[in-house]
C-alpha cells in the first residue's frame, strides 16, 4: 500500500509555452493519481514563485518538485539546501544538466516521476551544494551589496558567462538563436582575462579564456566543462582554459561534449573546498543563473543536499 506525501510542485512560470507546457500539469496529476497530496505552485514570476514555494515549505512538505530546467534545479537548491527536505526533479528544460549528472529521465517525465516515488521509498541520495558569497568589495576596493546564493551543478565565469551576459542584454531574436548570436559576437572579441585564484588558500594568477567551477560535471545540455566532478566527494572541480586563437579555441569546444578537452595542455583542472575568483568586468552565473560581479568566494557544502534520485 502506497503511503499518502504531501508535495509542493513548483512549476517555471515561463513552460507556458514550448514543449514542456504540458509536463507540470502532466506532473501534478500523476501524483494525485497515486494517491498524493499535491500542492500546485504556479506563479506569473520566479520571484513569486519563490515566495509561495517558500511558504509552503514552511508549513510542512515530504518534498518540494521542481519542473523545468536547470534554473528550476537552482530555485529547489536554494530552498531546500541544509534544511532536510528532500528535492525532486523532473526536468523539462534545453540542458536538464542536474538531471543528466543525477541518471534522472529527462525525456521522459512519467519515468521521472516513478523515479522520484521510488527514491523516495528508499530514502534520498545526499550529494553536496556551493555557496557563492559576493559582494564584500570589487578588486578595485569599492562597496558592493554582500549576498549569498547556491548553486548544484556548474559556475562559469569567463567566456561562457560573457556570452550569458550579452544574450541577456538582448532583446531579439527569441530563444536559443539569440545565445548563439551573442557567441558569435563575443568569440570575435575573443581575449585572455587577468584572473586571481584562490583555492584552498594557495593563489593562482591566469591569463585565460574560461574559468568554471563543478560541482556536477557539464552545463548547456550536457558540454562536460568538468567531467571528472562528483556530487558527494565534497569538493569543487576548477577548470582553466588558458589562452587559445580563435582557431584553437573553435578547434577544442568540441571535445568538452565527451569531456576530453581536459586532456589538452592549456586546460588546467584542479580541486578545492574554497575557491575566491577575481577579475575585471566578469558577471559569474551559476546553474545559468546571473549571480553577481566578480569577486566571488565559492565554498562547497558537503551533504548539503536530499534529492529523490
Known amino acids: 500500500m502506497t503511503t499518502m506525501r504531501t508535495f509542493?510542485?513548483?512549476?517555471?512560470?515561463?513552460?507556458?509555452f514550448g514543449k514542456g507546457r504540458d509536463v507540470g500539469p502532466r506532473v501534478v496529476a500523476l501524483l494525485r493519481?497515486?494517491?498524493h497530496l499535491v500542492?500546485?505552485?504556479?506563479?506569473e514570476s520566479l520571484v513569486v514563485l519563490r515566495a509561495e514555494a517558500a511558504a509552503r515549505l514552511d508549513s510542512g512538505v515530504d518534498a518540494l518538485v521542481v519542473v523545468g530546467g536547470d534554473g528550476m534545479v537552482n530555485l529547489?537548491?536554494?530552498l531546500t539546501a541544509s534544511t532536510g527536505i528532500p528535492l525532486g526533479i523532473i526536468p523539462s528544460g534545453t540542458g536538464n544538466d542536474m538531471a543528466r549528472g543525477l541518471g534522472i529521465a529527462f525525456d521522459d517525465p512519467d519515468a521521472a516521476v516513478q523515479g522520484m516515488l521510488a527514491a523516495l521509498e528508499r530514502g534520498p541520495r545526499v550529494i553536496d551544494a556551493a555557496r557563492i558569497d559576493h559582494g564584500a568589495a570589487s578588486a578595485a576596493g569599492a562597496a558592493l551589496h554582500p549576498g549569498s546564493r547556491r548553486f548544484a551543478c556548474v559556475l562559469s565565469a569567463g567566456f561562457d558567462a560573457i556570452v550569458n551576459e550579452r544574450a541577456n542584454r538582448m532583446s531579439r531574436p527569441r530563444g536559443r538563436s539569440r545565445y548563439t548570436i551573442a557567441l558569435l559576437v563575443e568569440l570575435a572579441r575573443l581575449r585572455p582575462i587577468d584572473?586571481?585564484?584562490?583555492?584552498d588558500g594557495v593563489e593562482h594568477r591566469e591569463r585565460a579564456l574560461l574559468v568554471s567551477v563543478?560541482?556536477?560535471t557539464s552545463l548547456g545540455g550536457g558540454m562536460k566543462v568538468t567531467p571528472a566532478a562528483l556530487l558527494d566527494d565534497g569538493l569543487l572541480d576548477v577548470m582553466?582554459?588558458?589562452?587559445?586563437?580563435?582557431l584553437a579555441f573553435l578547434r577544442i569546444f568540441p571535445r568538452v561534449f565527451a569531456g576530453t578537452h581536459v586532456t589538452d595542455a592549456r586546460v588546467v583542472t584542479m580541486c578545492g573546498r574554497r575557491i575566491r575568483i577575481e577579475a575585471?568586468?566578469?558577471v559569474a552565473y551559476a546553474d545559468g543563473e546571473r549571480i553577481a560581479p566578480l569577486p566571488i568566494d565559492v565554498e562547497v557544502e558537503p551533504g548539503a543536499l536530499r534529492v529523490l534520485a
Open 8 to 16: 509542493a510542485v513548483a512549476i517555471n512560470p515561463t513552460a507556458s
Open 33 to 35: 493519481e497515486r494517491g
Open 39 to 43: 500542492h500546485e505552485l504556479v506563479a
Open 76 to 78: 529547489g537548491v536554494e
Open 195 to 199: 584572473y586571481r585564484l584562490v583555492v
Open 214 to 216: 563543478g560541482n556536477n
Open 240 to 246: 582553466i582554459v588558458r589562452p587559445l586563437s580563435r
Open 280 to 282: 575585471e568586468g566578469i
